[in-house]
């Protein structure tokens, strides 16, 4: 079993829609969370690090539940260009990545 | 901006033979790992270093070497390519610690093994 699980989707939404993507992580050792944008056959990217106390960069949100280990990505408005796969990463021992497979999100006219 | 260079970009290898995959980062950073990825696998970590002469096995690390003799370079050597080794290889490179800690990617080498 992974420890950053993620459903992978595919979640298709109408431009200007609010969509919501959840990730739980069964390390609890793991330090920090990050939300990475990955565009077709391209390298990801970091969108935002999530923190306990909620954070918010634009029409995203981010929020992170230790006691549940539950992690969330909030997308308001959502435009076209928000189409990538979204991934969930948790970071342990200070540099070790773990990586959610991933859910898809294609934002339609 | 160089941040992480990958080469090469595609590659095609028959079963059995060797090749090394190139990273190179020019922003100083401690920590360096490589990932492959796979359809509906996800980023799976391969080897990882926190410094110069420092590697450690990731979660799928057979078949690979690394080494790391230079803060900014850490190639990655496959011994004897099988077909279960095609799939598309990202290098990494980052910071050590924190929540401030942001990864930087190469742009990923595809290998196909036939």
């Known amino acids: 079993r992974k420890e950053v699980e993620q459903d992978p989707g595919p979640f298709n939404v109408p431009e200007g829609a609010t969509v919501a993507f959840n990730c739980t992580y069964s390390?609890?050792?793991?330090?920090?969370f990050f939300w990475y944008r990955q565009d077709c056959r391209k390298e990801p990217k970091l969108l935002m690090s999530?923190?306990?106390s909620g954070n918010e960069d634009g029409r995203f949100t981010a929020q992170l539940n230790r006691a549940s280990q539950y992690i969330s990505l909030l997308i308001r408005d959502s435009k076209l260009s928000d189409s990538a796969t979204y991934l969930c990463?948790?970071?342990?021992?200070?540099?070790?990545?773990?990586f959610g497979k991933g859910t898809s999100l294609l934002v339609t006219p | 901006n160089a941040g992480v260079t990958q080469t090469p970009k595609f590659q095609v290898l028959k079963t059995g033979q060797s090749m090394t995959l190139q990273c190179a980062q020019d922003?100083?950073?401690?920590?360096m790992s490589w990932y492959r990825q796979d359809p509906g696998m996800g980023l799976r970590l391969i080897h990882y270093?926190?410094?110069?002469?420092?590697?450690d096995q990731g979660e799928v690390p057979n078949g690979y070497n690394v080494s790391r003799s230079t803060t900014e370079d850490f190639p990655l050597r496959l011994l004897s390519a099988a077909p279960s080794q095609t799939s598309v290889y990202f290098c990494?490179?980052?910071?050590?610690?924190?929540?401030?800690?942001?990864?930087?990617f190469g742009q990923g080498t595809r290998l196909t093994v036939v």
């Open positions: 990494a490179s980052s910071r050590a610690g924190g929540e401030n800690t942001e990864a930087f």
């Open positions: 270093s926190v410094g110069a002469g420092i590697t």
């Open positions: 990463v948790g970071l342990r021992s200070g540099y070790a990545l773990n």
């Open positions: 999530v923190y306990s």
């Open positions: 922003m100083n950073h401690e920590y």
């Open positions: 390390n609890s050792a793991s330090q920090s």
